[in-house]
């Protein structure tokens, strides 16, 4: 019932198909793309804001180099303008993959919260670094001045989460990193 | 409906089941299982995917040439995959991140392109979309169950809802547990089938 | 050093097939035979290299420059066809007899996941390997990604044939026998390919 496999039959359909749905790819594209930039705007906000003392008007994504590599901050500020808290976003290399934490750092140089961004840990283990409440509320109010940016197994300050240390010192030199490319910034 | 328009449609849910009879579509189906809610929606995604490109393919079969009907259904199957896609990240951001790389692999679902080829091209439209309704659901249900079963062992939970705490057997949600569950639910599924 | 954390992450820790459920199909469906394993594992090493390489390629140089990336999928699976045919028609001269063996399994390496799924990962995801840096691959990582990946996936193949053959021979309930009793082999051998994370 097909229509004949001549050459000409054969280039015509498969080029005519092609443009068709590239057409209709383009305009979908083009109709969903600030749909798409709207819906990432707002993930990224809300990651930001998780870290960040309530208040303040967000500013546009700075590049800055954490841990060795490229990566953005974001500043908080204060209705006078002045900055009221740092969001650093820092990727290390976790268990499973890349583990990405976004640092949220007040001027006085102390951590104010962390929250994960991505991660590819096991479940029930290094996934836990998102839902082990004790985990993540020690990085609440963290005073690296005072306490060592590392698990304790390593002569550190940080409890690290049973049976990941692995994840558990990722997520510690994500944040490690977050603090020295703060002072960096704060030293410009 | 006609009798056989019903039977179209229904003997995608046990005669010709997708993943238990068939054994198409594995991939996603062992990936994206690891709790009720993922299957549910890749099987949903699949569907949109299967209706839609059953129908169109069905309607343009007369016309295309035999020895390029494979390109030609293959760009149609990654146009909507591709459509999908978009409304995805826009719309259902979670989802999106969750299912990850298995919504494009949705263009090398052997399911989607098997029927397009076994029945949308033999078939007038209205039965190609409701052979891709119901191979659709039968998938569907198959991801659904095979997600509950996964979520229950492996977290204790049933589409969130958790009711035990901490967690269950772990094996469940990671690789293993998926070829495992699988592997018992079609012994499961073939006796209920043999029964019916 | 890095390439040799890229083949032993791709082969043994993210095993492509046991740990990531790419190439599921075709995996259960030649599996029951080492013969036919051992070809389909190099007919697929063969195209998922190659189709890493072109499609890598066309995405640096055609596609982002030119703002057309809502056609990666489209053209990726384009590119895939095309090769598992002009696979199709090298091997069909010179080894007719494989040809035969693998008889319907060849065109479907166009549907395989694992050759879309590595495909499109190198190109959107970003790795670390060995506790290195999270960046994407540039070209010569991603060949030899690719590549390993294939390894894996034939490694795996392989194995699990040869436990299928074995499975014949024994004596397993009757409602077990075939595709279900595979299916709970597979899970095992996946849980012993868990063992290897952590190695790199």
């Given at each position: 019932?097909a229509?004949?496999?001549?050459?000409?039959?054969?280039a015509l359909c498969?080029?005519?198909v092609?443009?068709?749905c590239?057409?209709?790819l383009?305009?979908?594209?083009?109709?969903?793309a600030?749909?798409?930039?709207k819906?990432n705007?707002d993930?990224l906000?809300a990651?930001?804001?998780?870290v960040?003392p309530?208040g303040?008007?967000?500013?546009?994504a700075?590049?800055v180099e954490?841990g060795?590599?490229?990566?953005?901050?974001?500043?908080?500020?204060?209705?006078?303008?002045?900055?009221?808290?740092?969001?650093?976003k820092?990727?290390t290399?976790?268990?499973?993959?890349?583990l990405?934490?976004m640092?949220?750092?007040t001027?006085?140089g102390?951590v104010?919260?962390?929250?994960?961004?991505?991660?590819a840990?096991?479940?029930g283990?290094?996934?836990?670094?998102t839902e082990?409440?004790?985990?993540m509320t020690?990085?609440?109010?963290f005073?690296p001045?005072q306490?060592?940016?590392?698990?304790k197994?390593?002569g550190?300050?940080?409890?690290?989460?049973?049976?990941?240390?692995?994840?558990?010192?990722?997520y510690s030199?994500?944040?490690?990193?977050a603090?020295?490319a703060?002072?960096t910034?704060?030293?410009e | 409906?006609?009798?056989?328009k019903?039977?179209?449609f229904?003997?995608?849910f046990?005669?010709?089941?997708?993943?238990?009879?068939?054994?198409?579509g594995?991939?996603p189906?062992l990936a994206?299982?690891?709790?009720?809610?993922n299957?549910?929606s890749?099987g949903?995604a699949?569907?949109f995917?299967?209706v839609l490109?059953?129908?169109?393919i069905?309607?343009i079969?007369?016309?295309?040439?035999?020895?390029?009907?494979?390109?030609?259904?293959?760009?149609?199957?990654a146009?909507f995959?591709?459509?999908?896609?978009f409304a995805?990240?826009?719309?259902t951001?979670d989802?999106y991140?969750t299912?990850g790389l298995?919504?494009p692999?949705?263009?090398?679902?052997?399911?989607v392109?098997?029927?397009?080829?076994a029945?949308?091209?033999?078939?007038?439209?209205?039965?190609?979309?409701?052979?891709?309704?119901?191979i659709?659901f039968?998938?569907t249900?198959?991801l659904?169950v095979?997600?509950?079963v996964r979520e229950?062992?492996?977290?204790g939970s049933?589409?969130?809802?958790?009711?035990?705490?901490?967690?269950?057997?772990l094996?469940?949600i990671?690789?293993?547990g998926?070829?495992?569950?699988l592997g018992?639910?079609?012994?499961l599924?073939?006796?209920?089938?043999k029964?019916? | 050093m890095?390439?040799?954390?890229?083949?032993i992450s791709a082969?043994?820790?993210n095993n492509?097939?046991?740990?990531?459920?790419?190439?599921?199909?075709?995996f259960?469906?030649?599996s029951?035979?080492?013969?036919?394993a051992?070809?389909?594992?190099?007919?697929?090493?063969?195209?998922?290299?190659?189709a890493?390489?072109v499609?890598?390629?066309?995405?640096?140089y055609?596609?982002?420059?030119?703002g057309l990336?809502?056609?990666q999928?489209?053209?990726f699976?384009l590119v895939?066809?095309?090769?598992v045919?002009?696979?199709?028609?090298?091997?069909?001269k010179?080894s007719?007899?494989?040809?035969?063996?693998?008889?319907?399994?060849?065109?479907?390496?166009?549907t395989?996941c694992?050759?879309?799924g590595v495909?499109?990962?190198?190109?959107?995801?970003?790795f670390?390997?060995g506790?290195?840096?999270?960046?994407m691959?540039?070209?010569?990582?991603?060949v030899?990604?690719a590549?390993a990946?294939?390894?894996g996936?034939g490694m795996?193949?392989i194995?699990?044939?040869g436990?299928?053959?074995?499975?014949e021979?024994?004596?397993?309930?009757?409602?077990?026998k075939?595709?279900?009793?595979?299916?709970?082999t597979?899970?095992?051998?996946a849980m012993?390919?868990?063992?290897?994370?952590g190695?790199v």
């Open positions: 019932m229509a004949k496999s001549n050459l000409l039959n054969m498969l080029t005519s092609c443009l068709v590239s057409a209709l383009g305009g979908m594209y083009a109709l969903t600030e749909p798409i930039a819906t705007a993930i906000r990651s930001v804001n998780a960040l309530e303040g008007e967000l500013s546009e700075v590049p954490v060795g590599q490229a990566s953005e901050y974001y500043i908080s500020k204060s209705a006078d303008g002045t900055p009221a808290a740092y969001a650093i820092s990727t290399a976790g268990f499973g993959g890349p990405t934490v640092v949220g750092i001027p006085d102390k104010y919260n962390t929250s994960v961004l991505s991660h840990e096991t479940p283990l290094g996934a836990k670094c082990d409440e004790h985990f020690q990085f609440k109010g005073d001045s306490k060592i940016l590392t698990v197994k390593d550190g300050d940080v409890d690290a989460i049973t049976a990941s240390t692995i994840t558990s010192r990722a030199l994500a944040v490690k990193n603090v020295d703060f002072k910034i704060k030293g | 409906m006609s009798k056989r019903l039977d179209i229904t003997k995608g046990f005669k010709e089941n997708p993943t238990f009879v068939l054994l198409l594995m991939c189906t994206t299982t690891t709790s009720a809610i299957g549910l890749m949903l699949t569907l995917v299967l490109s059953n129908i169109v069905s309607a079969a007369p016309v295309v040439p035999d020895k390029v009907h494979i390109p030609v259904y293959i760009v149609v199957i146009t995959v591709t459509i999908l896609q995805m990240q826009a719309y951001p989802m991140k299912l298995f919504i692999l949705i263009v090398v679902n052997c399911i392109l098997g029927r397009a080829e029945f949308a091209s033999k078939n007038g439209i209205v039965d190609s979309a409701l052979d891709g309704l119901g659709g039968g998938f249900m198959a659904t095979l997600g509950m229950i062992l492996g977290s049933v589409f969130g809802w958790k009711f035990i705490s901490g967690d269950g057997l094996v469940f990671m690789a293993p998926a070829f495992i569950a018992y639910l079609m012994v599924f073939n006796k209920i089938a029964k019916n | 890095e390439y040799f954390l890229i083949i082969i043994f820790v492509v097939m046991l740990a990531q459920f790419l190439g599921t199909c075709p259960l469906g030649v029951n035979k080492l013969s036919t051992t070809g389909m594992s190099g007919a697929v090493v063969f195209v998922i290299t190659l890493t390489l499609t890598y390629l066309i995405n640096k055609l596609l982002v420059p030119f990336t809502f056609l999928t489209i053209a699976i895939i066809a095309t090769l045919q002009m696979v199709e028609i090298v091997l069909k010179i007719p007899s494989l040809y035969q063996a693998l008889g319907i399994f060849l065109p479907l390496i166009t395989n694992a050759v879309l495909a499109l990962s190198v190109v959107t995801k970003e670390t390997f506790g290195g840096a999270a960046h691959l540039n070209l010569g990582e991603s030899v990604y590549f990946t294939a390894i996936y795996a193949l194995i699990f044939a436990l299928r053959e074995h499975l021979l024994n004596d397993v309930p009757k409602q077990f075939g595709v279900p009793i595979a299916l709970i597979c899970g095992i051998l012993a390919f868990m063992g290897f994370s190695l």
